[in-house]
């Protein structure tokens, strides 16, 4: 059996910037978010740059990747994206599917269809000294096509099995959990490192925590949510006891999320 590593939390603070543009104004500010989350444990900070600049906007990344921590610059794999990225020069990109109408990233990437498309785009971002990963569907066919794209690094879309928990599909979730493990523990085998994240909450960000092979987890939308009524560094503490916890680590943060 894998031995755990320990497991990273990246902030997605896209939502504080959906806040802040339905007033049109500065505020509130997600860098301003960004520190507060690294102050309260954060590993990194994740965003999303949309084509249609819904949330966080070309500056905001600007600003982020001046943080002193790593950005991971969440992106669709268009000629637009990459340049900007190239300029920006994060810790780390991930390529995901974008469509304009949909909510929030409905679907893992078509890697299989999309093999020849997204080759030039992984080589490009690494050759830069960025680490790219590819949000996927959890699947064999999917990391076998990012293990011949050369991705070094997957992140497992959740929100398939967060969605059947959430509406009580109880038969569908342990099937959705069970496709999380094995695609998790296929990593391992293809030798790529594995992430995480999409829809994920505390309860379930301590579940599939307890995959050892997951390094990573990149949760936004639950956290600034939460945030909303217990503040966000109290919620990004309690994110990390609940991920300590599925780990089997002994938590550095005492019952309520404070610091012991
Ligand atoms: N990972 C990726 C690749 C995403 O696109 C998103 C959503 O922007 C997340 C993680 C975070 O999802 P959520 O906001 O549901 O926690």
Do not use: Y
């Amino acid at each position: 059996m894998t031995p755990a590593r320990k497991i990273r939390l990246g902030v997605n603070v896209d939502h504080v910037a959906t806040l802040r543009n339905a007033r049109g104004g500065l505020l509130p500010d997600p860098v301003r978010a960004a520190q507060m989350a690294l102050a309260a444990g954060a590993d990194g900070i994740t965003a999303h740059l949309r084509e249609d600049r819904r949330h966080i906007q070309d500056e905001d990344m600007k600003r982020l990747r001046d943080l002193p921590a790593p950005l991971n610059f969440e992106m669709a794999a268009t000629e637009q994206m990459l340049d900007i990225a190239l300029k920006i020069r994060p810790h780390a990109c991930c390529l995901v599917p974008e469509k304009r109408t949909e909510r929030t990233t409905e679907g893992g990437l078509d890697v299989i269809g999309g093999l020849d498309r997204l080759k030039p785009f992984v080589s490009e971002l690494s050759n830069a000294g960025i680490r790219v990963s590819l949000f996927i569907e959890p699947s064999p066919e999917a990391l076998a096509a990012a293990k011949e794209i050369k991705a070094p690094v997957v992140e497992l879309h959740t929100g398939a099995w967060c969605h059947a928990l959430e509406t009580d599909e109880t038969v569908k979730a342990a099937a959705e959990f069970a496709r999380l493990r094995a695609a998790a523990a296929e990593t391992e085998r293809l030798g790529i490192e594995c992430h995480a994240g999409h829809g994920l909450d505390f309860d379930t960000a301590r579940q599939i925590a307890a995959l050892p092979q997951i390094v990573e987890l990149n949760i936004g939308h639950f956290l600034v949510a939460e945030a909303v009524f217990i503040g966000l560094e109290a919620s990004v503490r309690r994110m990390i006891q609940a991920m300590s916890l599925g780990r089997g680590e002994t938590s550095p943060l005492s019952d309520d999320g404070e610091r012991a």
